[in-house]
């Protein structure tokens, strides 16, 4: 069993920066693939980013990709997402998921852990 914890959301402007962090709780870390989704208002949850055990190897959805990085410290137990030049359209509230094994995953129904989320709102 592994608890996740998203935080570091908040109320920023078009073009700030926010860094998520995921703080997980319970058994090795470094066993697990980790992820990053997104809800926003009305609409479906949706992949963001993605990251393999030892954080060699990510993956990201087309509309933050050299906006946004996914990292880990398997030490700390904790994924993190920096966000830079945010946009309207990336408010939304912000999951983080674990998934047993070691290689990435775009798809949702994979993963195996999830948190409660944290809210991200970007304001023109």
């Known amino acids: 069993q592994v608890q996740v914890a998203e935080s570091g959301g908040g109320l920023v402007q078009a073009g700030d920066s926010l860094r998520l962090s995921c703080l997980t709780s319970?058994?090795?870390?470094?066993?697990?693939?980790m992820g990053w989704f997104r809800q926003a208002p009305g609409k479906q949850r949706e992949f963001v980013a993605a990251?393999?055990?030892?954080?060699?190897?990510?993956y990201y959805t087309d509309s933050v990709k050299g906006r946004f990085t996914i990292s880990r410290d398997n030490a700390k137990k904790t994924m993190y997402l920096q966000m830079n030049s945010l946009k309207p359209e990336d408010t939304a509230v912000y999951y983080c998921?674990?998934?047993?094994?070691?290689?990435?995953?775009?798809?949702?129904?994979?993963?195996?852990?999830w948190g409660q989320g944290t809210q991200v709102t970007v304001s023109s």
């Open positions: 319970g058994r090795t870390f470094s066993n697990y693939a």
């Open positions: 998921a674990a998934k047993v094994g070691k290689y990435w995953s775009g798809t949702e129904a994979t993963y195996d852990y």
């Open positions: 990251i393999n055990w030892s954080g060699s190897s990510t």
